[in-house]
């Protein structure tokens, strides 16, 4: 089966511009989690969703909020972007919301300028 | 404050030997440990995981051991092989072993030589 896109997978943004991020999850699951990805921090959490509700919430600002619709499909979006948010971002798909294996996709490379 | 510390960002290792990666936590809430593989280009590939109830899981090559008394887990890649070449992350949660809310540490990149 069709495995985690996100789309799209490169995207260039000018400083102070906004962005939305997709994720499609693989088909059957419910539960959806959204990380950034840089060289100094490494993989922080960011969101996740699980039928359409935010369950749990990582320590960004408010510029980065997400949403899930009733097919799954998560978005993430980024308003006011700064250079220091250029990271790769990924999206994580699982079936239920525990104890259940998460199956990343190959992120969306952002960079701004 | 980093909650999961991988102190090695690199370690290298002849093929056919064992390789070990170690990773520590602060947090004594974290319930669940988790192993992931990264290769340049991908998302992160889940490995193998361990609750805090047991203190050994193994699945083939891959061993995982957790000391929760020093807050201690490691990887063990018994033989190693140039495959496995890639980045390692340890991940840890303390939601039951939900997977969705997972803190980790930064990485480390294993090389393995032919």
């Known amino acids: 089966k069709a495995g985690v896109t996100q789309t799209p997978r490169y995207l260039i943004k000018t400083r102070g511009q906004q962005v939305t991020l997709s994720c499609s999850p693989i088909s059957g699951h419910r539960s959806v989690s959204w990380y950034q990805q840089t060289p100094g921090q490494g993989l922080q959490f960011l969101f996740e969703?699980?039928?359409?509700?935010?369950?749990n919430k990582g320590n960004f600002p408010g510029r980065f909020s997400g949403r899930q619709f009733s097919n799954s499909r998560s978005e993430m979006n980024v308003s006011t972007l700064e250079l220091g948010d250029s990271a790769l971002y990924l999206c994580?798909?699982?079936?239920?919301?525990?104890?259940?294996?998460?199956?990343f996709g190959q992120g969306t490379r952002l960079t701004v300028v | 404050d980093q909650q999961v510390k991988q102190n090695s960002p690199s370690l290298s290792v002849q093929e056919g030997r064992i390789s070990i990666l170690n990773c520590d936590y602060t947090n004594s809430m974290f319930d669940y440990f988790l192993w992931y593989k990264k290769y340049p280009a991908e998302g992160p590939t889940f490995l193998i995981s361990?609750?805090?109830?047991?203190d050994k899981n193994e699945d083939g090559r891959f061993t995982v051991f957790l000391n929760k008394s020093a807050k201690h887990l490691s990887l063990h890649i018994v033989p190693s092989q140039p495959g496995d070449s890639a980045v390692y992350f340890c991940a840890a949660s303390g939601d039951g072993g939900s997977q969705g809310n997972l803190i980790f540490g930064k990485g480390t990149k294993l090389s393995v030589k032919p």
């Open positions: 994580a798909s699982s079936l239920g919301y525990l104890n259940t294996e998460a199956f």
């Open positions: 969703y699980f039928s359409e509700t935010q369950r």
């Open positions: 361990i609750s805090s109830i047991k």
